[in-house]
């Protein structure tokens, strides 16, 4: 069970938009540490997505955004692709547990 | 440019202590604000962060792993090394190590490891 919560799965076709939620709680991103984004493909590295809610790595499209609002942050993707298939995951930081911690994990499959 | 790689043995027998290596280049560790992390993926399972090591030496670790998690540095070498006691079958997984900015956002991570733990 994770700390951040996560819908195990999303899809969209191409070209439409989709947004993926992260839940927390006060003791996280409600407290108002940062929450990071990452998408993951089978067999590579974890990529940074978005950082610090809203903003991008450089080379990142700005098909991707991330929000946030109290205790619950998003991604949407826009235009979607199929080359974004893949799984995306929240990132923060928990004061009672004194560490990173990730959501569950959303499999993005573009239809 | 930023790399990051780990190593270590792909198969360790119940109950042995693993040690993982991750090499970098493109920074350095004993530079302020530089951090490196560890973090481990199961089959099928989500991302999990284990341990972290600070430019200053201050080490953190997962509240469930901790009793058997060690975390350290060589700047030296440019290497943090972590070692994990006691393995499970459940440690099986991919570890990898990532660099750790400012804002406690992972921007860049090695290609992973698979540990496999088997008696």
């Known amino acids: 069970q994770s700390v951040l919560t996560q819908p195990p799965s999303v899809s969209g076709a191409p070209g439409q938009r989709v947004t993926i939620s992260c839940t927390g709680t006060?003791?996280?991103?409600?407290?108002?540490?940062?929450v990071h984004w990452y998408q993951h493909l089978p067999g590579t590295a974890p990529k940074l997505l978005i950082y610090?809610?809203?903003n991008r790595p450089s080379g990142v499209p700005d098909r991707f955004s991330g929000s946030k609002s109290g205790t619950s942050a998003s991604l949407a993707i826009t235009g979607l692709q199929a080359e974004d298939e893949a799984d995306y995951y929240c990132?923060?930081?928990?004061?009672?547990?004194?560490?990173?911690?990730f959501g569950g994990g959303t499999r993005l499959t573009v239809l | 440019q930023v790399t990051l790689k780990e190593s270590g043995p792909a198969l360790v027998k119940i109950t042995q202590t693993l040690t993982l290596t991750c090499t970098f280049s493109?920074?350095?560790?004993?530079?302020?604000?530089?951090?490196v992390s560890w973090i481990r993926q199961s089959p099928g399972k989500a991302l999990e962060w284990l341990a972290r090591i600070d430019w200053d030496d201050d080490k953190f670790y997962s509240t469930s792993l901790k009793t058997r998690l060690t975390i350290s540095k060589d700047t030296s070498k440019n290497q943090v090394v972590l070692t994990m006691t006691n393995m499970d079958p459940v440690d099986t997984a991919t570890y990898y190590c990532a660099r750790m900015g400012v804002v406690y956002q992972h921007d860049y991570w090695g290609q992973g490891t698979l540990v496999t733990v088997s008696s």
């Open positions: 610090s809610n809203t």
């Open positions: 990132q923060s930081y928990d004061s009672s547990l004194s560490g990173v911690v």
């Open positions: 006060s003791s996280n991103i409600g407290t108002g540490y940062d």
């Open positions: 493109g920074f350095s560790l004993s530079t302020s604000g530089m951090r």
